[in-house]
């Protein structure tokens, strides 16, 4: 089963310091801010465990398995859901220094991407509903995504459908 996933390019000075209500109702201000106020950049469609897989492997290939996936799963501006927000969905944010730093990453990583490292096949083996193609996939969109985040100074949000 597909789900999709969205990256946005946010703007951290845009979002509350903080907010009231329950954390479903947080959610879901954050959530109208993010897709009514700031541009979505990439998309991708996948399983969620395909998605989770490229993530850690990534992080892996970056020196930090759980960095993409944590931060795409369960971060947000300002903590403003917590550490363990009680909601259905998933929120994930990156924050403008975060940005900068995890490009620099991914930019060095692009010649092990392309080329396929034996260092690539061997995670990818060992991750469960992860292939080269659903590595790249993710990887390139990512790649795409911090890129034109970093050059702005922004931030990047991640919502989950």
């Known amino acids: 089963m597909s789900s999709t996933f ?8 845009k979002f509350p310091q903080t907010l009231s209500g329950t954390d479903a109702e947080k959610y879901e201000a954050l959530v109208n801010t993010v ?6 950049w990439e998309t ?11 993530l850690e ?3 892996i290939l970056a020196g930090s398995e759980n960095f993409f996936a944590v931060l795409s799963f369960n971060n947000s501006p300002h903590n403003l859901l917590g550490d363990e927000p009680d909601i259905d969905g998933s929120f994930g944010y990156f924050t403008p220094q975060m940005v900068v730093d995890a490009f620099e990453v991914l930019q060095s990583l692009v010649e092990q991407i392309e080329n396929y490292s034996e260092q690539c096949a061997a995670i990818v083996a060992a991750k469960e509903s992860l292939d080269q193609d659903i590595l ?11 890129e034109e985040a970093a ?6 949000t991640v919502i989950h459908e």
């Open 44 to 54: 991708l469609e996948l399983s969620i465990l395909g998605y989770m897989m490229a």
């Open 57 to 59: 492997a990534i992080g």
């Open 35 to 40: 897709t009514n106020d700031f541009p979505l």
């Open 151 to 156: 050059s702005r100074g922004h931030s990047i």
């Open 136 to 146: 790249e996939y993710v990887f390139y969109r990512y790649l795409s995504t911090f």
């Open 6 to 13: 969205h990256l946005y390019i946010t703007d951290e000075t």
